[in-house]
């Protein structure tokens, strides 16, 4: 059966996935921008729930992505869900100022004004007022981990992570002299893998200990992406809750068993 390549974008409108270079001139889709847009308009679908629950009449609703790159979700998010809700803000975050100004120009352009654009890393970034949700999608290595550590200086309500490739930890098992290696690591490959799986265990762990409920699951099927993992987490209680403490403590067994100092703990 052929494929109706609307059903893509259903919601969005064609005009702005022209302007943001995702459709061609007429209308078309190439292979990789096939998979971004079905990435991104299934991560916009999970998050929309989020965004029905954290937005209030009274205060509205702000929403920080981080590494926004060419501020696809931010777009996808704004032209779906956040331009017709009341108090709604939308700041995307990158450290390339050429594409912050192309993104500025494309939403002043797009009548977008609830969209704002912040050139800065995301260790150094300054966001005025409430944080409700953040959201990262691929943002490099431990970008991720900023992208927390920024949501957590400012309570963030719920946060919406896609990690992207992770250096950080499986570098550090390498320091590991390799005649005390588990074989969980010892080849560099499984280093890689496992460092991964583990960066993205203990950010759950840390999350849950302060009193986020936190889900993992696939974003889209393998075929279409290799960095697949959407954690989604929701603000339900505070650190003392058991489940939160019952997590704290899984978080410090994991820490004795692999000497690794990930950014998200420094
Ligand atoms: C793989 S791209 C993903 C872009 C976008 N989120 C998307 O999925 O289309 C990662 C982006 O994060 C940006 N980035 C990486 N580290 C960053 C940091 N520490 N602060 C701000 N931006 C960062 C890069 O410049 C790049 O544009």
Request: charge should be neutral.
């Given at each position: 059966?052929k494929?109706d390549?609307?059903?893509?974008w259903r919601?969005?409108?064609e005009?702005?996935l022209?302007?943001?270079?995702?459709?061609?001139?007429?209308?078309?889709?190439?292979?990789?921008?096939?998979?971004?847009?079905?990435?991104?308009?299934?991560?916009?679908?999970?998050?929309?729930?989020?965004?029905?629950?954290?937005?209030s009449?009274?205060?509205?609703?702000t929403?920080?992505?981080?590494?926004?790159?060419?501020?696809?979700?931010?777009f996808?998010?704004?032209?779906?869900?956040?331009?017709?809700?009341?108090?709604?803000r939308?700041?995307?975050?990158e450290?390339?100022?050429?594409?912050?100004?192309?993104?500025?120009?494309?939403?002043?352009?797009?009548?977008?004004?609830i969209?704002?654009?912040i050139?800065?890393?995301?260790?150094?970034?300054q966001v005025?007022?409430?944080?409700?949700l953040?959201?990262?999608?691929?943002?490099?290595?431990?970008?991720?981990d900023?992208?927390i550590?920024f949501?957590?200086r400012h309570?963030?309500?719920?946060?919406?992570?896609?990690?992207?490739?992770?250096?950080?930890?499986?570098?550090?098992l390498?320091?590991?002299?390799?005649?005390?290696?588990s074989?969980?690591?010892?080849q560099?490959?499984?280093?890689?893998?496992?460092?991964?799986h583990?960066?993205?265990?203990?950010?759950?762990?840390?999350?849950?200990?302060?009193?986020?409920?936190?889900?993992?699951?696939?974003l889209?099927?393998?075929?279409?992406?290799?960095?697949?993992?959407?954690?989604l987490?929701?603000?339900?209680?505070?650190?003392?809750?058991?489940?939160?403490?019952?997590?704290?403590?899984?978080?410090?067994?994991l820490?004795?068993a692999?000497?690794?100092r990930p950014?998200?703990?420094?």
């Amino acid at each position: 059966m052929k494929e109706d390549p609307s059903a893509l974008w259903r919601g969005s409108s064609e005009e702005l996935l022209k302007a943001l270079h995702i459709l061609t001139r007429d209308g078309k889709l190439n292979a990789d921008s096939r998979r971004k847009l079905k990435q991104v308009h299934h991560l916009a679908q999970l998050i929309e729930p989020l965004i029905r629950n954290l937005h209030s009449s009274e205060s509205g609703l702000t929403v920080v992505d981080m590494g926004a790159g060419k501020s696809y979700l931010g777009f996808i998010l704004t032209d779906l869900y956040l331009k017709n809700l009341a108090g709604a803000r939308m700041v995307s975050i990158e450290n390339r100022p050429e594409l912050i100004e192309r993104s500025r120009k494309l939403a002043s352009d797009s009548g977008f004004s609830i969209m704002d654009f912040i050139a800065s890393t995301i260790g150094e970034a300054q966001v005025e007022g409430k944080v409700d949700l953040v959201t990262a999608l691929h943002a490099c290595d431990t970008a991720t981990d900023d992208a927390i550590r920024f949501g957590l200086r400012h309570h963030a309500r719920a946060f919406a992570l896609v990690p992207c490739c992770q250096a950080e930890v499986s570098a550090q098992l390498g320091e590991i002299p390799s005649a005390e290696r588990s074989p969980l690591y010892r080849q560099a490959l499984h280093r890689r893998e496992f460092g991964s799986h583990l960066t993205n265990v203990i950010r759950t762990l840390y999350l849950s200990s302060l009193g986020y409920q936190v889900t993992v699951t696939e974003l889209v099927g393998w075929e279409h992406s290799m960095k697949n993992e959407l954690i989604l987490a929701e603000k339900k209680s505070g650190p003392e809750h058991p489940e939160a403490l019952r997590s704290k403590q899984q978080l410090e067994e994991l820490l004795l068993a692999f000497p690794i100092r990930p950014t998200l703990l420094k």
